[in-house]
Nanobody, 124 residues
Framework: QVQLVESGGGSVQAGGSLKLSCEVSGRSVSDYVVGWFRQAPGKEREFVAVVSRSGNYTHYAYAVQGRFTISRTNAKTTVYLQMNSLKPEDTAVYYC?????????????????WGQGTQVTVSS
């Protein structure tokens, strides 16, 4: 079992940047793929980005490609989401999640463990 804690959310103007952190703790954290998801008010949770167990492979949602970067520390215990050129439509609660698999994917229902979320608000 693993625990995930997000931090780094806040309010920023359009065009600005934020860096989210996800601290992963528990047994064998390096065995887990970690993804970022977001949920805006009145909308379903959607996939944002995922990083492989090694940190060498990543995948992004089309809406954030070229603006967001996901990375993982060598110890595999922290996963970052660097968000640049933020837009008002990026406003949401951002969650990190972990899945005990070798495959990187964006299927939220497959992720076993979730953090509590951190709010990101982008104003125009």
């Amino acid at each position: 079992q693993v625990q995930l804690v997000e931090s780094g959310g806040g309010s920023v103007q359009a065009g600005g940047s934020l860096k989210l952190s996800c601290e992963v703790s528990g047994r064998s954290v390096s065995d887990y793929v970690v993804g970022w998801f977001r949920q805006a008010p009145g909308k379903e949770r959607e996939f944002v980005a995922v990083v492989s167990r090694s940190g060498n492979y990543t995948h992004y949602a089309y809406a954030v490609q070229g603006r967001f970067t996901i990375s993982r520390t060598n110890a595999k215990t922290t996963v970052y989401l660097q968000m640049n050129s933020l837009k008002p439509e990026d406003t949401a609660v951002y969650y990190c999640a972990a899945d005990d698999t070798i495959y990187i994917h964006g299927y939220a229902n497959e992720y076993d463990y979730w953090g509590q979320g951190t709010q990101v608000t982008v104003s125009s």
